[in-house]
């Protein structure tokens, strides 16, 4: 991945009550439009087609709720399967931060 034209977003799941909000700071970080949906689909579609690239994403993935903790782990599993399909994205996942 080029450096020059790299555009770095960092999504800090950390106050996040609900799903909902988990995906209104996915669209608001990445820039993403207002009508993108949310769920797993939509997300994949907005990340692999609409979303800036080349990126490097970071994300904290601590939630507020416990209930959330497997919403918030499929979600990072698109990011790391888009990066592994394609070569324009970077997921950085910083499991252990406070």
């Known amino acids: 991945m080029e ?7 960092s999504l800090d799941f ?7 909000e988990i ?9 993403l439009p207002r009508w993108c949906g949310e769920n797993l689909d939509a997300l994949w579609d907005a990340v692999t087609g609409m979303m800036y690239t080349p990126a490097e994403v ?5 939630v507020k709720r416990k209930e959330l903790q497997d919403d918030a782990k499929e979600i ?6 888009a990066q592994q399909e394609y070569n ?3 997921v950085i996942v910083l499991e252990d931060a406070e």
Do not use: H, M
């Open 3 to 9: 450096e020059r034209d790299l555009r770095r977003f």
């Open 14 to 20: 950390s106050e996040c009550r609900y799903l909902g």
């Open 23 to 31: 995906y209104a700071q996915i669209k608001n970080v990445l820039e």
């Open 58 to 62: 970071t994300i904290f993935p601590k």
């Open 76 to 81: 990072i599993a698109v990011f790391q399967e």
């Open 88 to 90: 324009e994205i970077s």
